[in-house]
């Protein structure tokens, strides 16, 4: 598909020409930031009119591409134009005044004001001011206009994104470009929000989804760009994106099952007596109005690998957060080490044994690699003892030793998730929790994690992996959760996910709807993206309603 | 002079002070009083008794004259002996709730008459005073200070000028060359002290031989100090807030700038100077009061305060609040009455000798005696008039 | 110009920097400004005052007890006081400082009056030659010692494991929590060595020059200028700013009088803050 790329970029920039209006274009588009590479290489023609969607897994540069266009973030190479007029060299509030508008993924409404007077200042943007009437008719089209005067603070989740939408639309945009608006919003919020965004279409203005679910891409647009690590990875209608087996490799993984854990005997099958190392029974968590984890029940024994899968929003890190502490559990309650913790405090458990490696690594980038790790180790301990840990995960990862003086921040990806979850094991823990730790990597990189995590799991520590990397983690794991939307949709052995089908129904669930949706096309049954299913199908438990 | 602590305005001491006083209210007495015919007499303050300025020691002057009043069985008005009742209201070094109060203890309270702060706040007293009618008795504000009002207000304190005459007399008995270095802060009473002192100097015999005048809050003076040496200066007198003084002692005696004669006006009278230990000693302050004098009440005063007081400072604002208060209390036994008109007319023909002398109100103003005073040992004693006084000492402190 | 000014600005200036250092320290940690910094300068300056005026001490002896009696205020006052007030809203701990900062001025005008208190010392009022010049011994012992306590608070902060844990919990503090670090404990000691810092420099101050129970303010706002001017998180930074203010503010006096030398500090102040808000010595971020 990468050959395919080349092609396409020549022939995207003359297909606009064959509409009327403003095209968007993006020509080689580039960002890093300091020495990570955000986006690279990118073309993107959007026709006046038209409906693209971009999507990727975590990081593959999406937002930023959104950011660039919208001028938040100047490129460091490229160009973004909008017919005629340059947009990548002009200060965010020109991009707006020229017709493109952004609709943030989480809602920022101006707080205090109310939601009459939150449109009257996204409409402050375009020249001529729109008159009263036409802020009327906006709130009414986003269905606002029974709200209009209540304060933007007491909106529910839905509205505030229809206030983000129709304070873009406020703007008079041109291209209106959607981040995820749909994400967190579940069963009938859903079809309304794709409903605000077709129509939204159906005006003429041209539309920009950066998305994970499925179903909101393909009933909205015709075409859809995947980006991976920053670069275009295909190029094409949803059918043709959701039969590409590349883009299926990056959603599911690269891992080769036989070569992930070659060192590795799984753990014997705990009897049912022992208590279990960590223990979740029942446990709900969230966001304000969102509730990203519902119901969740799961058990990792001593030497366990227990992999948590699902797509992008099905809760995964809220399950790391809960369980750490950072997000605090509505209900149920987690156990560990024979000990309540439920609403003990963040230090506290990880000095219980429990070390968390947090997506996005976390390092102290303007430490060095050795205080990185040192951190990791309680302050009480000896030095002695620290060092000696320090040289255990030196064996583990001996690039740490080699760089031991260097500013963590100058790393490269690999290195520096190498040292977040170096600097978790100088914890000493019981339990290791792995927050997408293959993120972003070079599959060599990957390799040599979880040849470490498998090492690692041989000296008696737990893990919690959770992971995008379906494949890899698979391949490791003794025991699998597939979460979906929030709830648990597979809980056991792996082999149980082995198949495609199975894989599929688990991690987005084999809906009617879906079939039905998709007509004659099956391949979207098994689509790569999330899931629009309200409920889980498969071997699901704990669920209540 | 009465000057407690030093009164710099930062914005932000303001806008707290403002902050953490609106609402809450200063009131030191209880009962409500008011002036019928039976019941107690009420007169009222409104004075600094927190914030920037603290002025218990006028206070408790006052209340003293109440009790001796009291004691003898109140004040005769009207055919019958009636107690005084004294209000005293925190006014916060605020002037806005000095307003405020006063107009409250005149229109609510029925103040029959008023005893004042000090300062800045006794000129903006008197126009409350004029514009409520209702006699006003103060000290604390030098008399040349006091603006032309409509004869309600009576300001009963030193002179500025006898301050200096008494200074350049001390100094005259020095062996000094004569020439001065004149040390102010740069605001308007800085300004007018420094103007005012270096006149009388020039007639008394004495040269200005350089002028400096910091901002308060200043704590390097190697630029006044090297003025002074390089002027052969002998004739230090400064004019600062104590902390500015506190520096500049400190860095002279450092700098081996060695004056003969040093009065540290505003500064060297706080109580807090004989921290300074050895350094202070030999340094001349103004005071307009001393135990030694032979001034009336001055027993009643030491007896009374000495023990909480331990310095003629801190006494001589006892007895500017006792002098004050009695001035008022005397003036009402002779108009018999509790009419504020005639109070105020008894005011003006008050023949009052109490703790800072007799008093006889010249257009609304009546002179009390000035002392300069001497460190010694941690404490200060009269050098001026000799009368009283002990012999000048050597600016041991600097040498 | 002479050399004289030069030299009386550099040694102000280190007054000024371990002021500063406590404030920077502070607001760079615990992102809190905290405006009751002068209070603790002047407790620490009253702490020492009861071993110095009524005991006799030698004002330098005073020193570490009256550093130690104020971090064990310090400490509760943001473990349990401004650390929970921190989760909120910002402007609360802002706010609580600022209440605080009052309470301690009440405090300080019942205990101990509100006349001006000074710390004797033989080395307040002698002087020594450098050079020729003729200085202050007091104020070459408060240079000498803010050097001091500047470089062991930057060694305690790059060379010690709790100095990584104090950046950590500076940087990110959610995940300095899931590294098992207590952030409300890492605060709470940075708070107290902020204290600690300025209670030394209370106790200097007494020394050099006096203090009263509302002295606190003014050498908060010369905190201030002093961070404004550093930047936040470089602590020789602050050590510059504090001599470079203290040189700009002596070489004023020198060029326009006494009046301007407030005047021309803020313009200073206020310059830097427009064109350079990341303060001088420091490389803007990102």
């Known amino acids: 598909m990468k050959k395919l790329d080349a092609e396409t970029s020549p022939e995207a920039r003359q297909n606009p020409g064959t509409s009327s209006g403003a095209p968007l274009q993006v020509r080689g588009l580039a960002k890093r930031f300091g020495g990570v590479t955000a986006l690279d290489g990118v073309d993107l023609s959007v026709a006046s009119g038209e409906a693209v969607a971009v999507i990727g897994p975590n990081g593959a540069g999406k937002s930023t591409l959104l950011k660039l266009i919208s001028g938040v973030h100047r490129p460091s190479e490229g160009e973004v134009w909008l017919g005629e007029q340059r947009l990548d060299r002009m200060s965010a509030h020109r991009v707006t005044r020229s017709g493109v508008a952004l609709a943030h993924q989480v809602p920022q409404p101006f707080h205090g004001l109310t939601v009459r007077e939150n449109v009257r200042v996204g409409a402050m943007a375009s020249r001529p001011h729109p008159h009263p009437g036409e802020i009327d008719e906006i709130l009414a089209r986003c269905r606002l206009d029974t709200k209009a005067s209540r304060p933007a603070d007491s909106l529910r989740v839905l509205d505030l994104k229809r206030l983000e939408v129709a304070r873009a639309l406020a703007t008079r945009p041109r291209v209106l470009m959607f981040d995820e608006v749909a994400a967190g919003l579940v069963g009938r919020e859903l079809d309304e929000a794709i409903d605000l965004i077709r129509q939204v279409h159906g005006q003429g203005i041209t539309v920009l989804l950066v998305e994970h679910i499925e179903r909101v891409v393909r009933e909205l647009v015709d075409r859809v760009l995947v980006l991976n690590w920053g670069r275009p990875l295909a190029e094409g209608t949803p059918a043709e994106i959701a039969a590409n087996e590349e883009v299926r490799a990056v959603y599911l993984g690269d891992g080769d099952r036989a070569q992930a854990s070659p060192a590795r005997t799984a753990a014997t099958a705990p009897a049912s007596d022992t208590t279990a190392l960590l223990a979740l029974d029942s446990v709900s968590a969230g966001y304000g109005d969102m509730v990203a984890l519902r119901d969740f029940s799961m058990r990792v024994e001593s030497g366990q690998i227990v992999t948590v899968l699902g797509a992008n929003g099905a809760g995964k890190s809220t399950l790391c957060a809960t369980i750490m502490g950072a997000v605090e559990a509505r209900s149920g309650s987690v156990h560990a080490l024979g000990q309540d913790i439920t609403g003990m405090a963040i230090h506290r458990r990880a000095r219980l044994g429990i070390a968390h490696c947090q997506e996005g690594r976390r390092i102290f980038t303007g430490l060095t690699v050795a205080e990185n790790l040192m951190l990791g180790a309680p302050l009480a301990l000896a030095k002695d003892e620290v060092l000696g840990r320090m040289e255990r995960v030196h064996t583990i990862f001996p690039v740490l030793a080699e760089r031991a003086t260097q500013q963590a921040g100058t790393m490269s990806g690999g290195q520096q998730q190498m040292l977040a979850v170096g600097r978790a094991l100088m914890a000493d823990p019981q339990v290791l929790i792995c927050d997408e730790i293959s993120l972003g990597l070079a599959p060599v990189a990957i390799d040599a994690l979880y040849g470490a995590l498998a090492e690692i799991n041989s000296q008696g520590v737990a893990i919690v992996l959770v992971e995008q990397n379906v494949k890899r983690a698979l391949g490791i794991a003794d025991h699998a959760v597939v979460l979906s939307r929030g709830r648990v949709s597979y809980t056991g052995d792996p082999a149980g996910l082995l198949s495609d089908e199975a894989l599929d129904a688990a991690y987005f669930g084999t809906t009617e709807d879906n079939i039905a949706e998709a007509g004659s096309s099956s391949l979207l049954s098994s689509s790569l993206l999330s899931s629009s299913a309200p409920r889980p199908l498969s071997a699901s438990e704990g669920d209540p309603s | ?399 | 110009m002479s050399i004289d000014v030069l030299a009386a600005g550099i040694l102000a200036g280190g007054l000024y920097a371990l002021i500063g250092l406590g404030i920077s320290l502070v607001f760079g940690v615990l992102g809190l400004m905290n405006l009751a910094h002068g209070e603790l300068v002047i407790g620490g300056a009253y702490l020492a005052s009861l071993l110095v005026v009524d005991s006799g001490w030698d004002p330098l002896l005073a020193l570490p007890l009256a550093m130690a009696g104020v971090a064990l205020i310090a400490y509760p006052l943001q473990r349990y006081l401004l650390t929970p007030l921190l989760r909120g809203d910002k402007s609360a701990p802002l706010v609580a400082t600022f209440g605080l900062s009052l309470l301690a001025q009440a405090l300080f005008q019942g205990g101990f009056g509100t006349h001006p208190k000074s710390l004797p010392a033989p080395y307040a009022t002698s002087g020594v030659s450098v050079l020729g010049l003729r200085i202050q011994t007091i104020y070459l012992i408060a240079f000498g010692l803010t050097v001091l306590l500047c470089a062991a608070t930057h060694l305690v902060l790059t060379r010690t494991r709790a100095g990584s844990a104090v950046r950590a919990a500076s940087a990110d503090p959610a995940t300095a929590a899931v590294l098992g670090i207590n952030v409300p404990t890492v605060y709470a000691m940075t708070f107290t060595g902020a204290a600690v810092l300025a209670a030394a420099g209370g106790v200097l101050t007494g020394v050099a020059q006096s203090f009263t129970p509302t002295s606190g303010m003014p050498l908060l706002l010369t905190g201030m200028a002093v961070m404004a001017l550093a930047g936040i998180g470089s602590v020789a930074g602050v050590l510059l700013a504090g001599v470079a203010l203290g040189v700009l503010q002596s070489v004023s006096v020198q060029l326009f009088g006494g009046g301007m030398r407030d005047v021309v500090v803020y313009l200073a102040f206020f310059l830097v803050l427009a064109v350079r808000p990341q303060g001088l010595f420091r490389k803007a971020a990102g």
Not at chain 2, 338 to 346: C, G, R, S, V, Y
């Open chain 2, 1 to 399: 002079m009465i000057r407690t602590t030093h009164r710099r305005t930062y914005a932000l001491v303001g806008a707290a002070l403002l902050a953490a006083t609106a609402g809450c209210a200063g009131n030191a007495s209880s009962s409500s009083g008011s002036s019928s015919d039976d019941g107690p007499i009420v007169i009222g303050t409104s004075i600094s008794l927190s914030g920037n300025t603290v002025l218990n020691q006028i206070r408790d002057g006052y209340l003293l004259a109440v009790q001796q009043a009291n004691a003898e069985g109140g004040l005769e008005v009207g055919g019958k002996k009636r107690k005084v009742e004294l209000k005293v209201l925190d006014n916060r070094s605020d002037t806005n709730t000095m307003v405020q109060q006063v107009r409250s203890l005149v229109l609510t309270d029925k103040a029959v008459g008023l005893l004042g702060s000090c300062c800045q706040q006794n000129i903006d007293m008197q126009g409350q005073a004029d514009a409520l009618k209702v006699p006003l008795v103060m000290g604390a504000l030098p008399i040349e200070l006091l603006p032309e009002g409509k004869g309600y207000t009576w300001d009963s304190f030193q002179s500025l000028a006898d301050g200096a005459k008494g200074f350049y007399e001390v100094a005259a008995g020095a062996k000094t060359n004569r020439k001065t270095l004149v040390v102010t802060n740069n605001d308007a009473q800085g300004t007018s002290t420094g103007k005012l002192w270096a006149g009388t100097g020039e007639k008394a015999g004495f040269t200005v031989t350089a002028t400096k005048s910091v901002p308060t809050g200043t704590t390097d003076f190697s630029d006044v100090i090297k003025a002074g040496k390089s002027s052969g200066a002998q004739v230090l007198i400064a004019s600062m807030t104590p902390p500015d003084c506190f520096a500049m002692w400190k860095q002279m005696k450092a700098l081996a700038y060695k004056p003969k004669v040093a009065i540290g006006l505003q500064c060297a009278q706080t109580p807090g100077w004989g921290d300074l230990g050895t350094l202070g000693d030999g340094t001349l302050v103004q005071l307009n009061w001393s135990d030694t004098a032979g001034l009336p009440d001055t027993d009643l005063i030491v007896e009374k305060y000495g023990k909480k007081y331990t310095n003629l400072t801190d006494l001589g604002s006892v007895a500017l609040g006792l002098h004050e208060a009695t001035i008022l209390l005397d003036a009402i036994k002779a108009a018999g009455s509790t009419d504020t008109e005639a109070i105020n007319k008894a005011l003006s023909k008050s023949t009052t000798v109490s703790a800072q002398g007799s008093v006889k109100f010249v257009d609304n103003k009546s002179v009390t005696p000035t002392f300069i005073g001497q460190w010694e040992d941690g404490a200060i004693k009269q050098v001026w008039p000799a009368k009283g006084g002990s012999p000048l000492a050597s600016l041991s402190g600097l040498e």
